[in-house]
């Protein structure tokens, strides 16, 4: 200090130019919100992510439905508009594979084999085309929910990234599908993008308009606070300046350093603003006091004798209080969480910067701007002994109920703590009414989901995967998940091909009819005759022939001929037979048609199954149907890398299991349970693992679990000792703890309470109240054990310590709390609540220090209070 105040312009102009400097590096910041760069790469479930993304591709997909509100998407113009958009999104230069029903395939069993044909093949806009197209997007159960919603209103375009895109790219693809699409221009036509890169991008641009917005706002905030506070000039400038340079320092090192910017870092600024003020508060307010006890005008070298005195008086509470706050800020570091760390470590860096401003360029400023003082012109908030001395009475007189009351919000803390809920959803950053949320939860609703989790099945040599027991098992592992899970709406397996490519090899060919054309089976396979009836039944008066014997082929376990006429009676015993086969006894009108078409191999329907049975097949061995399934994938001959190692011996494959809730823990739990159904019911030597983003996601909501009980920890472990070490008592440290210990048990009971869910931000708000709120009991022990040197009358030394250091904790409090609710106005639901709590937080540790701290001192009297230091 005694630098400073010889060379106060030295010490102005290096602050000048290091602002200088670290204002160029602003134009260097850069965003990053990837949910894949939160974790370390070493994490097990990344590596698992990335090597299932080298090996099958990547999950990172834009999922766009087109919603018509009139009619169904079995339209010409629907149709057309989806084969439009699929073109258009399919001509971005990125890349990018884009599929829709306009550009996908479908398996059909012909006299041939198998054929694979474009979806509208041929397709000319006729209704016989249209009706075309529907029968193929009936013929496998797999295109539901993912082509098509089940309503027939909604179509679905996906548009995946094959390489991890750069954030130009992503931008520029999520720019060129929203422009699409508000270019439809038509009122029955509805429309929504989502997926995991569209949040991405969204959280990235609604960052850049929070740090916009939100940065004035708080500015604002806090001089309105400071002018109330002090009203005068100088009372708002000098903090403020403070401020604005701490946040130079701190995002343009960040910048220098290339370090990303997430959806966190958003805090920082407005966290600066916030505590930054603090320091510089509680020296102008000390200034202000002791100029107030001056009855005359100051020359300069008195001005300068008592800057210095209100420097060295005020400079050790402040540097501890500065320290504490980093320490609190400093223990989000342990954090595995690379957002949560980078948070951690720089909002430490800004507030040992915001202090170093303080303690060095306020000092400074007071003395050049010096001109004679007139003392009588200092005027602070109010009447503040009156208001403190209305405190002190209240408490004193009062002390049972105040620890009783203390003693029932610490349990109701306790209680609400237990009813957290754990969870980190990234689109539930968003609020309620916003296009992706609104997105997201009509493909939740009409769709697969937007959540995914992937099982890797794995053999131990090529070809393995054509074993029909591990496909079989595999196979019933879907069926497991999906009855015990309503959330898992579609399982996209190997083993679905497997059925289809069976289905197909196995179609029994009409002879009459054309089979391949389902309007000319409609006008000639079922023509009516005069009575309305079908000549496919045989009518009374028909003279008798050939019966297919329905009970002599169940007998022999054969399926029914339907190319054989056969009579009402026989119909009606293959409907019956069918509806007892079925799993609900509430069969719908798709079920009932589905076990018909079992029943009478329809289009070689009863052979959608896994070939497991060599009798069956006409074979001897399994051996044997192991060779017939490589042969359908040699005849295939399909690119089949999205889902299997290699086309026709595959060894390794992917299951993609979609669920239509957003939360990760039914995810976990699923991707748990499909591995004890592995080690349980698969043959030897195989092998399966989980993978993907919902894994990663469950991951993320662990680890932030973690790190904020760890950050807690050593907070409170360091803070403590930090007291225990300046005051050279035991004491110290417990009786400072409490009331920062009950801030922390307030702020999660809080939470439990009223719903608010421990996610990546709130998860910070702990380690951020100790930082600061114990800010509030250090400058109250060390102004307490100022006027207690004094004097041992106990009542003089608390009233004297409410007027003065209770004075400025209230100030610091209400700006600090003012600052962080300016987050309200946030776009993120996660720094709503974020602000909310440490505006709460503020509120619960400045009044802890104001009321539990005289308290305790007084009924314990402890000696470091009143020892010399």
């Known amino acids: 200090m005694n630098t400073v105040v010889k060379h106060p312009k030295i010490i102005i102009i290096i602050i000048a130019i290091v602002t200088l400097f670290f204002s160029w590096q602003l134009i260097y910041i850069s965003l990053d919100n990837d949910v894949l760069s939160f974790i370390p790469d070493d994490n097990p479930e990344v590596i698992k992510y990335y090597n299932s993304e080298e090996q099958f591709g990547s999950d990172r997909v834009f999922a766009v439905a087109v919603e018509t509100t009139v009619g169904t998407i079995f339209t010409p113009y629907f149709i057309e508009l989806i084969s439009s958009l699929t073109e258009d999104f399919g001509?971005?230069?990125?890349?990018?594979?884009?599929?829709?029903?306009?550009?996908?395939?479908?398996?059909?069993?012909?006299?041939?084999?198998?054929?694979?044909?474009?979806?509208?093949?041929?397709?000319?806009?006729?209704?016989?085309?249209?009706?075309k197209l529907k029968e193929r997007l009936l013929s496998w159960e797999l295109y539901e929910g993912s082509l098509y919603s089940k309503d027939f209103t909604s179509a679905q375009i996906l548009v995946k990234l094959n390489s991890v895109p750069t954030d130009e790219e992503r931008d520029g693809i999520y720019t060129h599908i929203r422009n699409s699409l508000i270019n439809i221009n038509n009122p029955s036509i509805n429309w929504y993008i989502t997926g995991l890169p569209a949040v991405t991008y969204l959280i990235s641009n609604n960052m850049e308009a929070d740090l916009i917005n939100l940065i004035p706002l708080v500015l604002l905030v806090v001089i309105s606070t400071l002018y109330l506070s002090f009203r005068r000039l100088g009372g708002v400038i000098l903090p403020l300046l403070t401020i604005i340079i701490s946040i130079v320092w701190t995002l343009g090192l960040m910048s220098f350093l290339r370090i990303s910017l997430s959806m966190l870092d958003t805090i920082t600024p407005v966290l600066l603003v916030a505590v930054g003020s603090a320091y510089g508060i509680h020296i102008i307010s000390h200034y202000y006091d002791e100029l107030k006890l001056k009855n005359y005008k100051l020359s300069y070298s008195e001005h300068?004798?008592?800057?210095?005195?209100?420097?060295?008086?005020?400079?050790?509470?402040?540097?501890?209080?500065?320290?504490?706050?980093?320490?609190?800020?400093?223990?989000?570091i342990a954090s595995d969480v690379i957002p949560i760390r980078t948070f951690g470590t720089f909002t430490a860096i800004g507030v040992i910067i915001a202090l170093f401003i303080s303690i060095t360029l306020i000092p400074s400023l007071l003395l050049l701007r010096h001109k004679g003082l007139k003392t009588s012109n200092i005027n602070t908030f109010g009447n503040d002994t009156a208001v403190f001395n209305i405190l002190y009475n209240f408490f004193h007189r009062h002390t049972v109920r105040v620890i009783l009351l203390f003693i029932i919000i610490s349990a109701a803390g306790i209680y609400g703590t237990n009813k957290i809920d754990k969870d980190n959803v990234l689109v539930e950053y968003f609020k309620k009414d916003t296009e992706i949320r609104t997105a997201d939860n009509f493909l939740n609703n009409k769709f697969n989901g937007t959540t995914f989790f992937e099982i890797i099945v794995t053999g131990e040599n090529p070809g393995d995967l054509t074993n029909p027991d591990i496909l079989l098992a595999m196979d019933e592992l879907s069926l497991f998940l999906k009855s015990k899970y309503p959330e898992i709406t579609k399982i996209v397996s190997f083993t679905d091909l497997i059925k289809k490519l069976n289905q197909a090899m196995?179609?029994?060919?009409?002879?009459?009819?054309?089979?391949?054309?389902?309007?000319?089976?409609?006008?000639d396979f079922l023509n009516k005759d005069s009575n309305g009836f079908s000549s496919f039944f045989l009518e009374e008066e028909r003279p008798p022939e050939p019966m297919y014997n329905l009970q002599a082929a169940a007998a022999n376990d054969e399926k029914p001929d339907y190319k054989s006429p056969i009579s009402y009676n026989d119909f009606l015993q293959i409907m019956n037979k069918a509806y007892l086969e079925s799993d609900n006894i509430q069969i719908s009108a798709d079920e009932l048609i589905k076990s018909l078409n079992r029943e009478l191999n329809y289009k070689g329907a009863a052979y959608y199954e896994i070939p497991s049975d060599p009798a069956k097949y006409s074979l001897q061995s399994k051996e044997e149907l192991k060779n017939l399934i490589a042969q359908y994938l040699l005849l295939f001959s399909g690119n089949l890398s999205s889902l299997t190692d290699d086309d026709i011996e595959p060894m390794k494959t992917r299951i993609l299991v979609q669920l239509n809730d957003t939360g990760t823990a039914i995810a976990k739990s699923a991707a748990d349970d499909a591995d004890v159904y592995a080690q349980t019911n698969f043959p030897d030597g195989y092998t399966l693992e989980t993978a993907g983003t919902a894994k990663i996601m469950h991951i993320l909501t662990s680890m932030v679990t973690d790190s904020q009980t760890r950050s807690i920890l050593i907070s409170l472990v360091l803070v403590f000792f930090t007291l225990i070490i300046t005051h050279k008592s035991i004491a110290a440290g417990l009786i400072g703890i409490l009331p920062i210990g009950f801030t922390v048990l307030i702020n999660f009971g809080v939470m439990g309470i009223f719903g608010i869910r421990l996610d990546i931000s709130t998860s910070m708000v702990a380690a951020v109240s100790i930082g600061i709120g114990i800010d509030y009991t250090i400058h109250y022990l060390s102004?307490?054990?100022?006027?207690?040197?004094?004097?041992?009358?106990?009542?003089?030394?608390?009233?004297?310590?409410?007027?003065?250091?209770?004075?400025?904790?209230?100030?610091?409090?209400?700006?600090?709390?003012?600052?962080?609710?300016v987050l309200l106005f946030s776009k993120f639901n996660p720094l709503n609540y974020f602000g909310l709590l440490v505006a709460i937080t503020m509120v619960t540790s400045s009044t802890?220090?104001?009321?539990?701290?005289?308290?305790?001192?007084?009924?314990?009297k402890p000696k470091f209070i009143s020892r010399k230091i």
Do not use: Q, W
Request: proline letters at 4%; charged letters at 20%.
């Open 304 to 332: 300068k004798k008592l800057v210095l005195s209100v420097v060295k008086r005020i400079g050790k509470p402040v540097l501890l209080a500065g320290l504490t706050t980093a320490i609190g800020f400093g223990s989000l």
């Open 506 to 523: 196995n179609y029994a060919i009409p002879e009459g009819p054309d089979s391949d054309n389902f309007s000319d089976t409609k006008s």
């Open 91 to 131: 001509n971005m230069d990125y890349d990018i594979e884009v599929s829709s029903f306009a550009n996908t395939n479908y398996i059909e069993g012909t006299s041939y084999g198998i054929e694979v044909k474009p979806m509208l093949e041929e397709y000319l806009g006729t209704a016989s085309d249209i009706l």
């Open 783 to 821: 102004y307490y054990h100022f006027e207690r040197l004094k004097t041992d009358n106990l009542e003089t030394v608390t009233r004297n310590t409410l007027s003065g250091a209770g004075k400025a904790i209230i100030f610091n409090a209400v700006s600090v709390a003012c600052g962080f609710l």
């Open 848 to 860: 802890a220090s104001l009321t539990v701290l005289p308290i305790l001192l007084e009924i314990f």
